[in-house]
């Protein structure tokens, strides 16, 4: 039995959907469950703050996962329309990831600041200046990504207008 190439499309597209979709709202909750957290917290332990961010780095990954799975199910569903540029729209999902990380490490660097000033210690200090150092190193890669991915939309519209020979 063989599976001609549209069925096979069909299979991938319905797989990226479903895989999509639920990965992005489970990663939904959790993150906003993450959000929630860091506004109702009140002194808390260095250990809680290391949880939440775990918790709230997890749930980025997946939902990065998530829309990557709608991205590539989307472009199968469409007949992968942007010839050799297909693929590309997975990158929307890498950049939203990264944004989402820069954002979750700004967080984390003003709760573990929070943490060393209310308690002098030595390791949440040190933490603090980690992630805040993280932070500014994600929102530089964030922002060559971006420009990767202008660049690649750039390729897609080209070739979507023909002026790219098939």
């Known amino acids: 039995m063989s599976i001609d190439a549209n069925s096979l499309d ?49 749930a980025i990954g997946l939902l990065t996962f998530g829309l990557a799975a709608i991205a590539i199910a989307i472009e199968a569903m469409a007949g992968y329309p942007f010839g050799p540029s297909s693929g590309g729209t997975v990158l929307l999902a890498y950049v939203t990831g990264m944004r989402l990380a820069t954002f979750e490490l700004a967080v984390s660097a003003v709760m573990l600041t929070q943490h060393s000033e209310r ?38 519209s080209a070739f979507m207008m023909g002026w790219i020979p098939t």
């Open 10 to 58: 069909a299979m991938v597209s319905a797989m990226g959907w479903l895989l999509g979709l639920s990965s992005a709202l489970v990663a939904g909750s959790i993150f906003g469950f993450t959000s929630w957290w860091a506004s109702a917290l009140r002194a808390p332990s260095l250990a809680v703050l290391l949880g939440r961010g775990v918790l709230a780095f997890f």
């Open 119 to 156: 308690t002098d210690a030595t390791l949440s200090r040190l933490l603090a200046t980690l992630t805040s150092a993280f932070t500014v190193v994600s929102w530089y890669l964030t922002t060559a990504l971006a420009f990767i991915v202008a660049i690649v939309m750039l390729n897609m």
